[in-house]
């Protein structure tokens, strides 16, 4: 697929063939770098854009709406971007960050170029022996068991400015997404998956056999945020015994990430399911639903 890139100002758009053009993202500048964001006020955004729990709940059940709340504190868009931090690029419904090296952005994109019409969005790119790598004779690994450097440097060459590959790198996850259920699918999929390590991970550090749902989608967004920094998981223990162990909870690392905090607060409570549900710790996953 050819995407073609044109600039308004400091806005880029897309399109390829005879489409409509579709909006990319903004310059943004940020501690001496430049990127892109399309979290900025007017910007058009399409249905298939947004996480809607109800869409995954058939296939998923319960955990539609476990990981629900971190999504809407990550933006709540399958096209999210930000290419102008530390990370080089983040995308998607839990703004997976390509800096981490194993980590979700990888995941990501290593299950998306498993998809059929991976070819056609990144013609450049193949799995070679479970890595991301440059398409080749002698296929380049982009991503390594211990750095992202060289996929970071792939996506955004210039963290000082916008680049071509940046944009098209945008434009073909943004476009992939909002045309193919089975991307989407793959970006949801994998959000369960981490999220069902944390959970794992949590059990295990708190030796508890049962939670309830709405306290594991706040320790869920504790990991996946990192919020909570050292000593995180005596302070979940003493939060979890705490009168009030939600609201103990969401206190955890509240401090420079209050907004955040206030609105994890409001999306866990508009699933009253959450507080019917609850983790079983030896069958490694939720009880109570359907309810």
């Known amino acids: 697929m050819d995407f073609q890139i044109e600039q308004r100002g400091r806005d880029y758009?897309?399109?390829?063939?005879q489409e409509p053009a579709f909006f990319v993202g903004r310059s943004v500048r940020y501690q001496g770098r430049q990127g892109l964001s399309n979290a900025v006020p007017g910007v058009p955004l399409v249905a298939a854009d947004v996480y809607r729990a109800e869409d995954y709940a058939e296939t998923l059940g319960?955990?539609?709406?476990?990981?629900?709340?971190?999504?809407?504190?990550?933006?709540g868009r399958f096209t999210a971007l930000n290419s102008y931090d530390r990370a080089a690029f983040s995308f998607g419904i839990?703004?997976?960050a390509a800096h981490v090296a194993e980590?979700?952005?990888?995941?990501?994109?290593?299950?998306?170029?498993a998809l059929p019409e991976a070819k056609s969005y990144f013609p450049d790119l193949i799995?070679?022996?479970?890595?991301?790598?440059l398409r080749g004779a002698h296929p380049q690994p982009l991503d390594e068991a211990t750095t992202t450097a060289a996929l970071?440097?792939?996506?955004?060459?210039?963290p000082a400015a916008i680049d071509a590959a940046e944009v098209q790198a945008a434009a073909r996850l943004i476009h992939w997404m909002r045309t193919r259920p089975s991307a989407r699918r793959t970006q949801v999929t994998h959000m369960v998956a981490r999220a069902r390590q944390h959970m794992q991970c949590a059990m295990r550090k708190l030796s508890l056999a049962s939670l309830s749902g709405s306290y594991c989608v706040v320790l869920i967004?504790?990991?996946?945020?990192?919020?909570?920094?050292?000593?995180?998981?005596p302070k979940v223990a003493a939060a979890l015994a705490a009168p009030d162990p939600l609201a103990a909870l969401l206190a955890i690392?509240?401090?420079?990430?209050?907004?955040r905090v206030a609105q994890l607060r409001g999306e866990i409570a508009k699933i009253p399911e959450l507080g019917c549900v609850f983790w079983d710790g030896p069958k490694g996953d939720f009880r109570g639903w359907p309810i």
């Not at 758009?13 to 063939?17: D, E, I, L, P, V």
């Not at 967004?221 to 995180?232: F, I, M, P, T, V």
């Open 253 to 259: 690392g509240a401090g420079p990430w209050a907004g």
């Open 127 to 133: 799995l070679e022996k479970g890595r991301i790598s």
């Open 152 to 158: 970071m440097a792939w996506l955004n060459p210039d």
């Open 103 to 113: 980590g979700d952005f990888v995941c990501l994109v290593r299950a998306l170029l």
């Open 94 to 96: 839990g703004q997976f």
């Open 221 to 233: 967004d504790l990991l996946h945020h990192g919020r909570g920094g050292a000593g995180l998981w």
């Open 13 to 17: 758009w897309a399109r390829t063939g």
């Open 62 to 75: 319960i955990w539609a709406y476990v990981i629900a709340p971190t999504i809407a504190c990550e933006g």
